[in-house]
């Protein structure tokens, strides 16, 4: 068994690996297209020859890297980063998402366990803390830089 690094067109990564998957071949076992990994779908197969029979008939698959991969080389893309990673007291970010969309604002508090950043908003006459969600704010300056 091993992991191996599918070429596909940039933005289909998706579909590559849901079609790898869809054709339900016994040697392939599972497909993933990681978010931070453009233009590869990684595939975990007992053997590299079963992509000689598939690939010509996926479209946007390019072909194969040749080598193969191990569980370990591609594990970090397996579990989830949260969204307030990165993200420090004192940032400043603006709101990307939600009925303050577009305003900017000054990080308070972040609560990583629930993958939620408190913000006061900069244009407040009243300083109003605000929680949102990790994935609703852009980081604009950050104080560790």
Known sequence: MAIFAVKTTASQERTVADMIINREEESIHAALA??????????????????????DEIPHARGVVPGKSSI?????????????????????????????????????????????????????TVPIPVTVRGDQIRVLDSEER
Do not use: N
């Open 72 to 124: 370990m080389e591609v594990e970090h893309f397996l579990s989830p980063k949260p969204d307030v990673e990165g993200i420090a007291e004192g940032d400043i970010v603006e709101l990307i998402a939600g009925p303050f969309k577009g305003e900017k604002a000054q990080v308070q508090r972040i609560d990583e366990g629930k993958d939620q950043v408190t913000v006061e908003l900069y244009e407040a």
């Open 34 to 55: 990681p978010d931070s990994l453009t233009s590869y779908v990684m595939v975990e197969a007992e053997e590299s020859a079963v992509f000689d029979r598939i690939l």
